[in-house]
């Protein structure tokens, strides 16, 4: 078993996402590849089958891979 490789699933790449966003890190209006800067190269290819498996393409914007934002402090 190799354990140097991480299995990238849809919510894992969201969580990744809103992480870097909540971090101030990267912003919501940014392209998806942005994101490459922040993944290991090894396993970008699996997180870009993912997204193409979920149908967003890497120009899509980092927002519409997190959706929208429910606030609980209303």
Do not use: H
Not at 23 to 35: A, C, F, H, N
Request: glycine share 4%; net charge negative.
């Amino acid at each position: 078993m190799n354990l140097s490789t991480v299995r990238y699933s849809i919510d894992v790449i969201k969580d990744e996402a809103r992480q870097l966003v909540s971090k101030g890190i990267v912003s919501r209006q940014q392209p998806i590849y942005s994101l490459c800067q922040y993944i290991p190269a090894r396993e970008w290819a699996c997180v870009e089958n993912e997204l193409e498996r979920c149908n967003f393409l890497l120009r899509d914007r980092i927002g519409d891979l997190m959706g929208r934002e429910v606030w609980d402090n209303d």
